[in-house]
Structures are given as C-alpha cells and as structure tokens.
C-alpha cells in the first residue's frame, strides 16, 4: 500500500511543473534604476520646460516603483492640460487625483527635489530608466513564452509568432523614429536622386523583366501588396515565375515564392522548360534527346545558381508565412515575396474569429500580407481567383475589380491589382483595331495606388510556360500555341536529388531544410549538371 503511494506520488511529481530554481536569473531582481527615476523627477518639478526634452522616451511604464509611476502620470496630466509642473502643482494634483499616499506623500515628493541640482543630464538618466524597462519586458515575455512553451495544448507556431511580435511591440514602443530637420531631409533626397541618375531605365523597384510593365510600375516597389487575379487557364503561374525568374537571374535579386498548389519540383521543372526553351510536355515525361540535354545543361546552368527560393508547403498559415519570411529576410535578405496562391492559405483563428465565414478570413490574411510587406520593406505579390461571374458576363469577358473572389478586403489592402487576361482563350481572335490576339496575353492594371491604370500586352507562350516582351524579336508561330486554348497542366511530381544551389523548402524534405536543385527528370541517369 505504501509503495503505491510512493508511486502515485512519483507520478504526480513527472506532472508538476519543472524546477527553476536552477535558471539563471530566478530570484534576482528585477533591472532597475530607482537612483535615476528619483533624480529624473526631481529634476522635471525643478525646471520648467524639462518634460519637453523628455516626453518621447519616457513613460508611465518605464518606471519601476508604482509610486514614481503615479507621480509621472500627474506630470504627464498637467503637461497636457499646459499647467505648471512644479513640486506643487504636482501633489496637488496626486491629491485631487487620490493618489497622494500611493505616491508616497507630500514629504517623499519633496525630498525627490532635493536629489537633483538640475536637469543637465536628464535626457541621459532617462534613457538608462528606458533601458531597465525594455530589460523588464523581455523577461517578462521570456518567462511568459517559457511557461506556455510547457503547456501541451500550446500551438508551437502561435507561441512563436506572439514571441516575435512582443519583441517587435517592445522596439516599436521604445526606439522611436525622431523628427528631421529640413537640411538632412533634402541631403537624403539629393542623394536617393543622384543614385536614381546611374539609372537608366528609371526603375526604383524590383524589376519584373517586361519593359512596358517596368515602364508603367518602375519595378516592384517596398512594401506594397501586389495581387494578380485571373481565371483559371490565364497563366498566373507562368506569368509570376517569369517575374521570379527575371529578377533572380537577370538582375541578381533574392526572391522566394510559397507555393501552396504546386510542388516545388513542378514549378522547377516550368523554370527549367521555359529556361531552356524545351517542350513542357517533354518535361514532363523525361522524353529529351542528347542534344535537348546539352541545350538544357547550357541554357540552365545561369537558373542553378540564381538566389530562388522555394517553399511548398502545403495549407500555410499565416503565423507560418510570417515566421518564413522573416527568417529568409534575414538570412538572405531577399527583395520580393510570391504566394501562390493566397485562396489556398489558413488564416489566424483568432483574428478570423474561430470558425466565422470564410471572407473575414480573406480578410485577415489580405491584411497580414500587408503588414508582412511594410514590416519587412519588400514587395508582397499575391495570386488570387476570380469568381465565375467573369464566364458568365457577355462580351470579351475581361475581368474587373468586382470579379476579385471571396473578399472586398484584397482591393482595399492592395497598392496595386492586375488582372491576366488571354482573348484567345475565350475565341477572340483579333482586338478592336483589327490587330491578333494570338499569343497574346495581357496585364491590366486596375488598381495602382501609386501610378497609372494601363494594359501592358505581352507575348505569351505556351508550350514553354512562358511570358515575354511583345515587342521582342519571337514571332509567334502556331505551334507555340500547343496549349493555347488551355493552360498547360504541371510538370510530374517526382522528387530528384543534384547539388545546385536553388534551395528548396518543403515538408518532404523537412521544412526549413535546404534541399538541392531538382535533376533527372523521371530518367535513371544521374542529373547532367
């Protein structure tokens, strides 16, 4: 009977929480300048104008004794009322305030004046108090993070996302951006210009690699969300990888597409397809002779070493999303963000509100896509659906902002909106000056928050899951347009193993993992570079 209890207690104990006793740090206390926070207050009932040099870097919470809290908070009262700040006017305020005796009474508040001659170091002890403070939050979230970290039913990557974004709270809150003068505001300018003239094709954004679009948007511009919607058969796909391609490649920028639709390996091998100029289908099914083999060796050998960056996994959240992109941000400092497509993602279910409709879950994601997009200083682009109301409309069926599916919230959060529209696909074989439309597919713009609403024609081929510059020297020839009428399904999913430094990050290679550039295409034969 005796053991059992022991046992019993044995098991009790596996369950207790564990001893911290040993952690460094437990029974300390807390950082603190309560030296300082006395002279500071002194020093703002002594002088008249002391709280001005003050005001931005203190607050009610940086002090550590409650008592000095209520006096700043009085301070703070009479500065906004334009009152005197004086040893009397201030306990005379606790005392109408009630807080009189909280604060420690009228004698404690006149020895405060006493332990300070001036205020000439004032605006330096505040900014120690400011530091003890930020010290408290952190390990009072370390300790918040830690005791949640132990509990079973906690989800790892809200708790991760609450720890990242407390963090951030405690620098927004504290490290503040100060006003400029006029002088340093124009010296910034000046110089952002004189770069801007070493420019010549004007762009101040990411490119996108088409000319007529750059022309229109100078690049993919910092912290704007960018949605691209189109019906199905369009080339949303297609059209973001040549974009991802163009600035990985041609311009050397680190750029990451989330792909929740296709696998990695699929949108790899429409790269490579397009990259080399070699049949998708023949992709597809590995069918190359010798020579496609070279042609794709050589032609491929600039995309292997492009700085691309892929993440299939699938039903991303955005907790997921953000955590992702702000570890490629800092660790490769990449300069654009793809997510295909963002119907296919989860919302937080708190702010979706846990089982509501699936708009306001839109809704939050469209809104967190913008704060992922200003927090991280790059260009958000977004793929979306168009609701069915665009087959169902006469005429030539171009899209509009009202065709944007599930949620209005996507047009309000974006800077810019652009739709992909092929008349081919829907049999319409020449515009309205008579011109072909073959081949053709166009971009239009329908929100631009920063610029011009304009179609930008490119030239669209199909059978190498490509978009180019219209104007460029390809002529379109009818073979091109072996999936013309319909989009080109995704290359097969096999999984291939090559040492080439695209990087991969799926669930099937374990997240966050790097994998190698995909080779072998369904063949035996080892990948040929």
């Not at 009262?77 to 201030?90: A, G, H, M, R, Y």
């Not at 069918?287 to 892929?310: G, R």
């Not at 096999?494 to 190698?516: C, E, V």
Request: aromatic content about 6%; hydrophobic content about 40%.
């Amino acid at each position: 009977m005796a053991d059992n209890k022991i046992q019993g207690k044995d098991r009790l104990a596996g369950r207790r929480k564990p001893d911290l006793a040993g952690i460094s740090g437990v029974g300390k206390l807390p950082p603190q300048a309560v030296e300082l926070e006395e002279a500071v207050l002194g020093a703002l009932m002594l002088e008249k104008d002391a709280l001005t040099q003050v005001v931005d870097i203190l607050r009610p919470e940086s002090f550590y004794k409650e008592a000095h809290k209520e006096i700043y908070n009085a301070i703070i009262d009479l500065f906004t009322e334009s009152q005197p700040i004086d040893l009397l006017t201030v306990t005379n305020q606790l005392r109408k305030k009630g807080k009189l005796e909280m604060a420690g009474g009228a004698f404690f508040i006149t020895e405060l004046t006493s332990k300070v001659s001036s205020a000439a170091n004032l605006e330096f002890h505040s900014r120690i108090i400011t530091e003890q403070a930020m010290k408290r939050d952190m390990i009072r979230i370390a300790s918040d993070i830690q005791k949640e970290a132990f509990e079973d039913t906690t989800d790892v990557f809200e708790l991760l996302d609450k720890m990242e974004q407390s963090l951030f709270e405690i620098s927004e809150k504290n490290i503040r951006k100060n006003y400029s003068d006029m002088r340093s505001i124009m010296k910034a300018a000046i110089m952002e210009l004189e770069a801007r003239k070493g420019q010549k094709d004007g762009l101040t954004g990411v490119p996108s690699g088409f000319t007529a679009l750059d022309r229109v948007t100078s690049g993919w511009q910092k912290s704007d969300l960018v949605i691209i919607a189109a019906r199905p058969a369009m080339g949303k796909t297609a059209f973001v990888l040549s974009v991802l391609r163009n600035a990985a490649v041609d311009h050397e920028r680190p750029v990451a597409i989330f792909s929740l639709e296709m696998s990695s390996v699929q949108l790899v091998n429409r790269l490579i397809s397009s990259e080399a100029e070699l049949d998708s289908e023949k992709i597809k099914k590995g069918n190359l002779a010798d020579y496609e083999w070279e042609q794709l060796v050589h032609k491929t050998a600039k995309l292997s070493k492009a700085p691309l960056f892929v993440d299939d996994t699938p039903a991303l959240s955005i907790l997921e999303l953000r955590a992702k992109c702000r570890k490629l941000k800092a660790q490769h400092d990449i300069q654009m963000i793809v997510i295909d497509y963002l119907q296919l993602m989860s919302g937080d279910s708190k702010s979706s509100g846990g089982g509501g409709n699936r708009e306001q879950e839109i809704a939050s994601i469209s809104r967190s896509l913008k704060m992922i997009a200003k927090e991280l200083a790059v260009p958000v682009i977004a793929l979306s659906q168009l609701s069915r109301a665009v087959e169902t409309r006469g005429g030539d069926k171009r899209p509009q902002l009202s065709d944007l599916r599930e949620s209005g919230a996507i047009e309000q959060d974006a800077d810019m909106v652009m739709f992909l529209y092929r008349p081919e696909y829907y049999g319409i074989n020449e515009d309205e000056d008579g011109n072909s439309t073959m081949g053709v597919g166009e971009v239009i713009i329908a929100k631009h928050r920063n610029g011009s609403l304009e179609t930008v024609k490119l030239r669209f081929i199909g059978k190498y899951t490509r978009f180019t510059d219209l104007e460029m020297n390809v002529p379109y020839k009818p073979q091109d347009a072996l999936y013309g009428s319909k989009f080109p399904s995704s290359a097969g999913g096999q999984d291939f193993d090559s040492g080439n430094t695209i990087r991969l990050q799926s669930k099937a290679n374990g997240g966050d993992n790097d994998a190698p550039f995909p080779g072998g295409f369904g063949s035996d034969e080892p990948a040929p570079f």
